[in-house]
């Protein structure tokens, strides 16, 4: 349950659930994507556009936050064997990503980070205790999502509304492709279908699993997201539940205060039972103007 302390801080007037239809917070603010790797030494630099690119120290991890590129691919990270080859995988996230998951995606990262290339270039392995690539399908399984109409060559499940779903294509992919098109290994995303997506997430074929199965499971997460009930975008309407926030309850005063009060106002000529009484019934302060 959530504390009154937590009340004061939480953004928005309304919990949106599930989760993967909120909207995005419409701040625009990388800063809670980016705190994990900067909290580990990563370097930042700036362009002249605006867009903000993140360094590990070793170099063999690079991300880019593209406000200003040349697609809808606001979140773009590849990580290297070697600084100057070729990237070993790429995860995408677009302009429509919640902040929530990329920063899932971001802790995880900075984790295996600390724990070594062992980690964070690690290669899915079928069958393996730890990369096994259906880990990563799990905590949506646990939450209801279903197996997806089978189609050759993919692996498909879907959200239980049928509003969000996550692909997985087997085979042979073009290594260049999944790096710079939806044309990926994994894609997750939420929408009236993949063809119509409102926000898709991207991982190529080595991206490792614990780093995916971070965002399905914050994905996968029952607990509702905060948001202000303007910034919900249309095709929510009729999909997602909306729970308004309500503030913490605050101290009445006194009843005898109350009732003193009420007594000074009345006719003298009034009978005592027609004093006003305190009630806990009485209606709670109404929340104030949105910041």
Not at 116 to 126: E, H, K, M, Q
Not at 192 to 220: G, Q
Not at 225 to 252: C, D, H, V
């Amino acid at each position: 349950m959530t504390s009154h302390d937590d009340l004061r801080t939480i953004d928005g007037d309304v919990f949106v659930s599930p989760r993967h239809l909120a909207s995005t917070t419409g701040v625009g603010d990388p800063d809670p994507a980016l705190a994990p790797l900067t909290d580990l030494g990563w370097d930042l630099d700036h362009d002249d556009l605006g867009n903000v690119y993140a360094n590990a120290p070793d170099r063999k991890i690079r991300l880019g936050y593209l406000p200003e590129g040349e697609d809808d691919g606001l979140w773009r990270i590849n990580a290297y064997r070697d600084p100057f080859g070729p990237p070993t995988w790429g995860v995408c996230f677009n302009d429509r990503v919640r902040t929530e998951f990329v920063t899932a995606f971001t802790t995880a990262l900075a984790t295996a980070y600390q724990q070594g290339p062992d980690a964070y270039l690690a290669r899915p392995v079928s069958g393996s205790d730890e990369h096994d690539p259906f880990l990563a399908v799990v905590p949506l399984l646990k939450q209801g999502w279903e197996i997806d109409r089978p189609r050759w060559g993919v692996f498909a499940i879907q959200a239980p509304e049928a509003f969000a779903g996550l692909e997985f294509t087997t085979g042979d992919l073009d290594a260049e492709a999944e790096l710079t098109t939806r044309e990926a290994r994994w894609q997750l995303w939420a929408g009236t279908s993949i063809d119509r997506s409102v926000w898709y997430a991207t991982a190529s074929a080595d991206t490792p699993v614990a780093l995916l199965t971070a965002v399905t499971a914050c994905v996968a997460d029952p607990a509702p997201l905060p948001r202000w009930r303007e910034n919900t975008f249309s095709y929510l309407k009729g999909m997602a539940q909306l729970t308004p926030i309500l503030p913490p309850p605050t101290a009445g005063p006194h009843p005898l205060d109350v009732q003193r009060a009420a007594v000074s106002r009345r006719p003298a000529a009034l009978p005592a039972a027609s004093v006003p009484r305190w009630s806990t019934s009485s209606r709670p302060v109404l929340p104030g103007v949105r910041r």
